[in-house]
């Protein structure tokens, strides 16, 4: 069975730091593009990060550049999100996804271009 899950979720206080962690399972993800999602209560499900299956190409949301840091370990088939400067908007679900890519350097930015999904860790940034 193919698996995606997060975990590393938290509250914390508005500043703070936290490492969110996608650990695959039922197949290798070293050749998918790998991204994190967001989701708040009553919101769409927003694009936060990318990363290729080479580890060499990133790409982030506009409210997430210069706090958040996205990479991998395709040896323990496992990405990464680590989150500092945490503010109260940054409070959601968030979701790891991946998709099969032939390019190394690919990334996603939307929802459909995603094929297996994980079930998100709660993150909740008290002010």
């Not at 995606?4 to 070293?30: D, I, K, N, P, Y």
């Not at 990318?50 to 323990?76: E, H, L, P």
């Amino acid at each position: 069975q193919v698996q995606l899950v997060e975990s590393g979720g938290g509250l914390v206080q508005a500043g703070g730091s936290l490492r969110l962690s996608c650990a695959g399972s039922g197949r290798t993800f070293s050749r998918d593009a790998m991204g994190w999602f967001r989701q708040a209560p009553g919101k769409e499900r927003e694009f936060v990060a990318a990363i290729g299956w080479r580890g060499t190409t990133t790409n982030y949301a506009d409210v997430v550049k210069g706090r958040f840091t996205i990479s991998r370990d395709n040896a323990k088939n496992t990405v990464y999100l680590q989150m500092n400067s945490l503010k109260p908007e940054d409070t959601a679900a968030y979701y790891c996804a991946a998709v099969p890519t032939p390019s190394g350097q690919a990334t996603y930015t939307e929802p459909n271009q995603y094929i297996y999904w994980g079930q998100g860790t709660q993150v909740t940034v008290s002010s």
